[in-house]
């Protein structure tokens, strides 16, 4: 089984800096890696996939790079609405595996 | 315009089996590709995904869980049916269920509300 590991468990940011989240897998994942955002109360919400590609309804504010095991989100640009945990997914070796999230919070 | 919603017992008792029902609109589970999973939540955790239940009726499962786990689909009723047997408190967790992006994509763009399941005596 894959084991995904983010970093660091909390950030905290002021409105308009950027964030920029870690992914680690164990092994190679090649491209097959997804980030969600969840809110409190809410189901997760697809954010990337495919390490780099914006899923439908996603502002051009978040963005993903990387290939292999290490992988990043970027959210330019930070608003209120983005405080939630962001978790990474991958999809490249079954099991599907989940990371243990990254918590961003703005202030 | 794509919706999923599960349903089932809130509570259930130690070893007992847990039924969830995922009902969904918007696509066909008989059309290629197309794929509905089932994912979990601890409260205050992470997600962990459970299963997977294809077009095909090929079934995927966490081997974690793999022998408590079964996956069912009715095409006509749009349902998609999760069996876990001998229910155990660690067990507790906020259930999804979720529609696949598709065939080489197997991450998931739709979610339902999800549905928190409470394993107590």
């Known amino acids: 089984e894959i084991v995904l590991t983010q970093s660091p468990g909390t950030l905290s940011f002021s409105p308009g800096e950027r964030a920029d989240l870690s992914c680690r897998a164990s092994q190679s994942v090649s491209s097959y890696l997804a980030w969600y955002q969840q809110k409190p109360g809410q189901a997760p919400r697809l954010l990337i996939y495919?390490?780099?590609s914006r899923a439908t309804g996603i502002p051009d504010r978040f963005s993903g790079s990387g290939s292999g095991t290490d992988f990043a989100l970027t959210i330019s640009r930070l608003e209120p609405e983005d405080s939630a945990v962001y978790y990474c997914?991958?999809?490249?070796?079954?099991?599907?595996?989940f990371g243990q999230g990254t918590k961003v919070e703005i202030k | 315009q794509i919706t999923l919603k599960e349903s089932g017992p809130t509570l259930v008792k130690p070893t007992q089996t847990l039924t969830l029902t995922c009902t969904f609109s918007?696509?066909?589970?008989?059309?290629?590709?197309?794929?509905v999973g089932w994912i979990r939540q601890p409260p205050g955790k992470a997600l962990e995904w459970l299963a997977l239940?294809?077009?095909?009726?090929?079934?995927r499962y966490n081997p974690s869980l793999k022998s408590r786990l079964t996956l069912t689909k009715d095409t006509s009723k749009n349902h998609v049916v999760l069996t876990m047997t001998n229910m155990d408190p660690v067990d507790t967790a906020t259930y999804y269920c979720a529609h696949r992006v598709g065939r080489s994509t197997s991450c998931y763009d739709y979610w339902g509300q999800g549905t928190l399941v409470t394993v107590s005596s």
């Open positions: 495919g390490a780099s």
């Open positions: 239940i294809c077009w095909d009726d090929d079934k």
């Open positions: 918007g696509f066909s589970l008989s059309t290629s590709g197309v794929g």
């Open positions: 997914q991958q999809y490249g070796s079954s099991p599907l595996t």
